[in-house]
């Protein structure tokens, strides 16, 4: 029972109760600074906020509010982000949708979720526009998106207790079944994340987790409250240990998660000698072997965290 006492009071800076409240604060602490990194592209704080707030505009008059679900297909891009955080500043909850997903698994995701609108791009539209149960929006090639308001939406009505995003199961063992975190869930796991491995403006984590996982939740708030950079990794670099190294030599990363299988293979790629910045990496949803740590700190002297937790936890319920 003690060693599960691990209720604590939020510091006043960490007023928000709602997900986006907690990178609204920051935008408003560090406006100026970089917020959001894809390739050459870059976002300062007060550029994420400007057009995460006129793509909530247009979903507010699409009818998005609280407990609104909305399809989010994707590739990495700084569209991802913005995106996420407008589903939010409208009042809705965000289902992620990895686009190369079997048709099939799309149409009954957004079916069973009941998306009101699906968010995507051009490029990965596809044949998306088939979808029955959405009004689909290509956030790269909406015409009315330039004309919304770039003032933070007020009066959504969203409460703790409302939805933030629902990730489906693998399914691997029967029907996908969509996990339902409202705020006061995914807040108060952001909060201790906060406290545990604060990510100030001198780090800088490289989001490159599917956002199909909930691993990717916390990659990308924790950086965004705490007013550190989001480094967005191109697409398919997951699977790609030389691009990684790239990434991280590149942008100075200091904060990487793996899963343990990839960190294998990343521990044994040449090019990590070049990756001075990196200071903390997190491994999860496999194993992890004593080994593989201590094969980890040879190669770079690092703080290896080893986090697990299912979905329905709220991302994580342990950690080492």
Same mark, same amino acid.
């Given at each position: 029972?003690?060693?599960?006492? !691990?209720?604590?009071?939020?510091?006043? %800076?960490?007023?928000?109760?709602?997900?986006?409240?907690?990178?609204?604060?920051?935008?408003?602490?560090?406006? &100026?600074?970089?917020?959001?990194?894809?390739?050459?592209?870059?976002?300062?704080?007060?550029?994420?906020?400007?057009?995460?707030?006129? @793509?909530?505009? #247009?979903? /507010?008059?699409?009818?998005?509010?609280?407990?609104?679900?909305?399809?989010?297909? $994707?590739? #990495?891009? @700084?569209?991802?982000?913005?995106?996420?955080?407008?589903?939010?500043?409208?009042?809705?909850?965000?289902?992620?949708?990895?686009?190369?997903? *079997?048709?099939?698994?799309?149409?009954?995701?957004?079916? &069973?979720?009941?998306?009101?609108?699906?968010?995507?791009?051009? /490029? =990965? #539209?596809?044949?998306?526009? /088939?979808?029955?149960?959405? %009004?689909? =929006?290509? =956030? &790269?090639?909406?015409?009315?998106?330039?004309?919304?308001?770039?003032?933070? *939406?007020?009066?959504?009505?969203?409460?703790?207790?409302?939805?933030?995003?629902?990730?489906?199961?693998?399914?691997?063992?029967?029907?996908?079944?969509?996990?339902?975190? *409202? %705020?006061?869930?995914?807040?108060?796991?952001?909060?201790?994340?906060?406290?545990?491995?604060?990510?100030?403006?001198?780090?800088?984590? @490289? %989001?490159? !987790?599917?956002?199909?996982?909930?691993?990717? =939740?916390?990659?990308?708030?924790?950086?965004? $409250?705490?007013?550190?950079?989001?480094?967005?990794?191109?697409?398919?670099?997951?699977?790609?240990?030389?691009? $990684?190294?790239?990434?991280?030599?590149?942008?100075?990363?200091?904060?990487?998660?793996?899963?343990?299988? $990839?960190?294998?293979?990343?521990?044994?790629? *040449?090019?990590?000698?070049?990756?001075?910045?990196?200071? /903390?990496?997190?491994?999860?949803?496999?194993?992890?072997?004593?080994?593989?740590? &201590? #094969?980890?700190?040879?190669?770079?002297?690092?703080?290896?965290?080893?986090?697990?937790?299912?979905?329905?936890?709220?991302?994580?319920?342990?950690?080492?």
């Amino acid at each position: 029972a003690r060693w599960n006492e !691990t209720a604590a009071a939020h510091a006043v %800076h960490r007023t928000g109760t709602l997900l986006h409240e907690l990178v609204e604060q920051q935008v408003d602490r560090t406006p &100026d600074a970089i917020a959001v990194v894809f390739e050459a592209e870059r976002l300062t704080y007060r550029e994420l906020d400007a057009l995460a707030n006129r @793509l909530a505009n #247009r979903l /507010r008059a699409l009818g998005v509010g609280p407990d609104t679900r909305v399809g989010v297909a $994707m590739d #990495r891009s @700084l569209d991802l982000p913005i995106a996420l955080l407008a589903v939010l500043k409208a009042g809705g909850a965000y289902v992620p949708i990895v686009p190369s997903y *079997p048709r099939d698994r799309v149409d009954f995701m957004l079916a &069973d979720a009941g998306a009101r609108v699906l968010l995507t791009q051009e /490029r =990965v #539209r596809g044949d998306l526009d /088939r979808v029955g149960t959405a %009004h689909v =929006v290509a =956030v &790269d090639a909406d015409p009315e998106l330039a004309a919304a308001s770039a003032e933070r *939406p007020s009066g959504t009505g969203a409460t703790p207790e409302h939805l933030a995003y629902v990730i489906y199961t693998s399914g691997s063992t029967g029907q996908p079944k969509g996990v339902m975190i *409202p %705020h006061r869930a995914i807040v108060n796991h952001m909060r201790w994340m906060d406290r545990a491995f604060s990510l100030g403006p001198e780090r800088a984590i @490289l %989001h490159k !987790t599917p956002i199909s996982f909930d691993a990717s =939740v916390w990659e990308i708030w924790l950086p965004l $409250m705490g007013g550190a950079r989001l480094v967005v990794a191109r697409p398919g670099a997951h699977r790609d240990a030389a691009a $990684m190294v790239d990434a991280i030599a590149e942008h100075a990363i200091t904060d990487l998660q793996l899963v343990p299988s $990839m960190l294998e293979v990343l521990v044994e790629e *040449p090019g990590l000698d070049r990756c001075a910045s990196l200071a /903390r990496v997190f491994a999860g949803g496999e194993a992890l072997s004593r080994s593989l740590v &201590d #094969r980890t700190k040879a190669r770079r002297d690092v703080e290896v965290v080893n986090l697990y937790g299912p979905t329905e936890c709220t991302v994580q319920a342990i950690t080492w």
